[in-house]
């Protein structure tokens, strides 16, 4: 997703939680040839309601400080002012979020069943896409197709971007992975990549220009949106270690809700920092 698909930024007097959002969120998934084998998780409800004009002033400011200094400080301001003013709470900014948590837990799933060939059509599904002598490009574009929705929101592209860059990071980090046979932890570190993407992919979207009218060289501007994914990383896999050690092997619907509690947790430290 990244600059090339930042938007104006939602405007004043719009809703908090899309009315929209939920049908992405029960599309994902929708059409894969193999079952989950649990039950479907529940989405939490949406925020209600209206933003106020101005919401982003504040993340913007801090934002353009951390793009021209590269100050850590900075970012975690930014992000912080992002959650508590523009998206109304941490809560709220996380259950924005919840066709991102969905799209992980049906990820997660869906990896473990063909990891484990948990299912015929988790087995066949593999046997299948091994015959084609795939390259890992190949398996991260199919693993995409089967799980992400193909509309042309920018919920849609950038679940679509994180699913993709998150499995290519993880594989580019760690030639032995096999993304049609991952262990446990591998699919939890994973989780941790994605989850980091989706975050900052929602909020380069939602500062609209920011990073392009920053007056930086086009580098910088990568190097700075590199450091944001590492930055927020850290973050989150702190709180998912912390939560996976209550609940090892979640649900579908558990898993969902504990990505909602890290993004809700991570979002409170930003705000804590204020």
Same mark, same amino acid.
């Given at each position: 997703m990244g600059t090339s698909t930042a938007s104006g930024g939602p405007g004043p007097n719009v809703s908090l939680d899309p009315p929209w959002l939920d049908d992405v969120v029960s599309n994902i998934g929708a059409r894969s040839a193999v079952p989950p084998g649990d039950a479907e998780p529940v989405p939490p409800a949406g925020a209600p309601g209206g933003a106020i004009g101005g919401r982003y002033?504040? !993340? @913007?400011? #801090? &934002?353009?400080?951390?793009?021209?200094?590269? +100050?850590? @400080?900075d970012l975690s301001s930014a992000l912080g002012h992002y959650s508590s003013k523009g998206s109304g709470g941490a809560g709220a900014a996380a259950t924005r979020m919840r066709a991102s948590t969905r799209a992980g837990a049906e990820l997660f799933s869906f990896l473990n069943?063909?990891?484990q060939r948990s299912t015929p059509q988790a087995a066949r599904w593999v046997d299948d896409l091994r015959a084609? +002598? $795939?390259s890992a490009d190949d398996v991260v574009d199919a693993i995409v197709r089967e799980l992400a929705p193909s509309g042309g929101s920018a919920d849609e592209e950038s679940l679509r971007d994180s699913m993709a860059r998150a499995m290519s990071d993880l594989v580019r980090e760690d030639a032995t992975v096999d993304l049609m046979s991952m262990r446990p932890e591998d699919i939890w570190d994973l989780m941790t990549g994605y989850l980091?993407? #989706?975050?900052? +992919?929602?909020?380069i979207f939602d500062m609209g220009p920011a990073l392009e009218s920053s007056k930086v060289d086009p580098s910088t501007i990568v190097a700075r949106e590199r450091q944001m994914r590492l930055f927020v990383k850290h973050e989150i896999g702190a709180h998912i270690e912390m939560l996976r050690?209550?609940?090892? +092997? $979640?649900?579908? !619907?558990? &898993?969902?809700?504990? &990505?909602? #509690?890290? &993004?809700?947790?991570?979002f409170e430290l930003f705000e804590s920092r204020l």
């Open positions: 002033k504040e !993340a @913007r400011r #801090e &934002l353009g400080k951390y793009i021209k200094g590269g +100050n850590a @400080r069943a063909v990891g084609t +002598n $795939p980091a993407i #989706e975050v900052v +992919n929602r909020f050690g209550k609940n090892p +092997n $979640p649900t579908r !619907a558990e &898993l969902d809700g504990v &990505l909602q #509690e890290t &993004l809700k947790m991570t």
